[in-house]
Nanobody
Framework: QVQVVESGGALVQPGGSLRLSCAVSGNIFSASDMGWYRQAPGKQQREFVATVNRSGVTNYIGVVRGRFTISRDNAKNTVYLQMNSLEPADTAVYYC??????????????WGQGTQVTVSA
């Protein structure tokens, strides 16, 4: 059974840093493109933040580029999001996504339960 579990969310002051972690169980990690998404207060849709594919290629939404860094450790089945120079606009619930690329079927998405990041003085 696949489980996706985020951790590391907290209350932090503007300009501060946090590192989110996402551990994936179920033997799919190495075959998955991994991503972080967020849902801000009062917004109905989740917003793409960053992805790292199976080859280690990364992609970011423009507003976080240069401040956030996504990385993956295949030995630990874990993906990270290092967030620096945090701004109040970064306040959101952050969700981890595992986009499992299957050999003979369509991709399967798995989501974690989310971790709260609050940036406030």
């Amino acid at each position: 059974q696949v489980q996706v579990v985020e951790s590391g969310g907290a209350l932090v002051q503007p300009g501060g840093s946090l590192r989110l972690s996402c551990a994936v169980s179920g033997n799919i990690f190495s075959a998955s493109d991994m991503g972080w998404y967020r849902q801000a207060p009062g917004k109905q849709q989740r917003e793409f933040v960053a992805t790292v594919n199976r080859s280690g290629v990364t992609n970011y939404i423009g507003v976080v580029r240069g401040r956030f860094t996504i990385s993956r450790d295949n030995a630990k089945n874990t993906v990270y999001l290092q967030m620096n120079s945090l701004e109040p606009a970064d306040t959101a619930v952050y969700y981890c996504n595992a986009h499992f690329i299957r050999s003979f079927a369509s991709p399967q998405d798995y989501w974690g339960q989310g971790t709260q990041v609050t940036v406030s003085a």
